[in-house]
């Protein structure tokens, strides 16, 4: 049963203790504001780390020519690798477990795209149908590139959305042919790339059209495929390809300039491992902010039971039992806590929020921070943490207030 009265004479020693209990109070709130703030800014940095991750395939292997670092086999350093269709095809058919081998070239001479009185300038790359996984493509018109496309080194493109708004304003492109440096290229679909504004300014082409047309007959700026899921296995069909192409261009296989390879899988991982051990640094920093705050509040409540001494022994002497004092003590603490605690815990997810407002309106383009906030779990967690921290700062103070003898008591006073 509530006691009414219990409750008005714990309110009744907060009033008297005004600015004591304000200072507690306040240490409290700013511990649970910072472990908040700490965890949002947490999440913040990690949710913007896995969007920039997820702009392309998390399990992708990138494989680039570079130039040797290493002398090898009679040959001097500085040579440049270039890749070629023939290493694409050992790729495709000598690795096991892949999906979606690719290659790419960048058509950097290409002048201006036009469409009818339209020009601008725009990325053209050539690509096989694979290509669209790697950068995680979302379709939204038509189709993207496929097998017969390349066979047949037809003029076909897939236009990103930025080119399609700034060459065909609101008309629908499907069908439509735009002038590549002068040469008329069907348009088939459009795409939307989860990455920024240069993304989606990129039109893609067959490589087998690319290569013909372009001038770049046989060459290949790039081969990349998508890997299991599993990171150990990622790495040893990286080491693999390694392997292949150092024996085919004849240079080391230890020569990590030569042979340039980018791992997502692996780089996920190393910044999973990194959000992990930065959120437990949180965590831990957070605790002992609010530890602080609670190390206040078992110091007021010593002092409230050293200064109440005379009437806890009069209140045993006419038959208050121990747990009734213990319990009088602990609502205090709990109550101070439970108050200054929750204003920190609203004053905290009110900033984040605002923070996140701003982000989204203001900050297009954030890097690695997006949507920082807590969730309800970490709401609850910190509730959690509040009710035990609470009862802990007036557990000894009770405690040593059960102890006190009514006759010592009075004798004290």
């Known amino acids: 049963m509530f ?15 005004r600015l004591r209990t304000f200072l507690t109070s306040f240490s409290v709130a700013w ?8 965890l949002g800014f947490g999440n913040g940095l990690q ?79 050539s690509c096989h149908p694979g290509y669209r996984y790697l950068e995680n493509l979302e379709m939204l018109t038509g189709r993207f590139l496929n097998d017969a ?13 930025l080119v399609v708004s700034q060459l065909f304003k609101d008309k629908d492109p499907f069908g439509e042919y735009i002038g590549i440096d ?33 001038n770049q007959i046989n060459r290949i700026h790039q081969i990349s495929m998508l890997t299991p899921l599993d990171t150990a296995a990622a790495l040893k ?42 959120k437990i ?21 010593t002092i409230s039971v050293r200064e109440r001494t005379k009437e806890i022994g009069i209140r045993k002497a006419i038959g208050a039992t121990p747990f009734s004092i213990v319990m009088m003590v602990m609502q205090e603490a709990v109550l101070i806590t439970l108050v200054s605690g929750y204003l920190g815990l609203i004053f905290g997810v009110g900033l984040l929020e605002l923070i996140n407002f701003g982000v989204a309106k203001f900050g297009t383009d954030m890097g690695f921070f997006r949507n920082p906030g807590v969730d309800f779990t970490t709401a609850m967690i910190a509730t959690a943490v509040l009710v035990f921290a609470g009862s802990v700062a007036g557990l000894i103070p009770a405690m ?13 006073e």
């Open 149 to 161: 496309d390349v066979e047949e080194a037809r003029k076909v493109a897939v236009l990103g959305n």
């Open 182 to 214: 002068g040469i008329p290229f069907r348009v088939i679909g459009t795409f939307k790339d989860k990455g920024g504004e240069w993304d989606q300014r990129r039109m893609y082409i067959p490589i087998s059209t690319g290569q013909r047309v372009f």
């Open 400 to 412: 040593k207030a059960a102890l006190i003898k009514p006759v010592s008591a009075i004798r004290e």
């Open 237 to 278: 069909k990286e080491n693999y390809i390694r392997t292949l192409l150092a024996a085919r261009h004849n240079v080391s296989p230890n020569d990590l300039a030569a042979i340039r390879i980018h791992n997502n899988m692996d780089e996920y991982l190393r910044y999973s491992n990194l959000f992990y051990f930065i």
């Open 47 to 125: 949710n913007g780390a896995q969007e920039e991750f997820q702009k392309d395939a998390v399990n992708s292997i990138w494989v680039n020519g570079g130039k040797t670092s290493i002398a090898y086999d009679g040959m001097q350093p500085g040579r440049r690798i270039w890749f070629t269709n023939e290493d694409y095809a050992l790729i495709k058919n000598s690795v096991d477990g892949v999906e979606h081998v690719t290659s790419r070239n960048n058509v950097w001479d290409v002048g201006n795209i036009t469409y009818k009185n339209e020009t601008s300038s725009f990325d053209v790359m």
């Open 3 to 17: 006691d009414f009265d219990k409750w008005a004479e714990i309110f009744e020693i907060i009033r008297k203790n």
């Open 281 to 301: 640094f949180v965590w831990v920093v957070g605790i002992l902010t609010v530890a602080a705050g609670i190390v206040g509040v078992g110091n007021i409540m």
């Open 31 to 38: 511990g649970i504001f910072m472990l908040i703030m700490l």
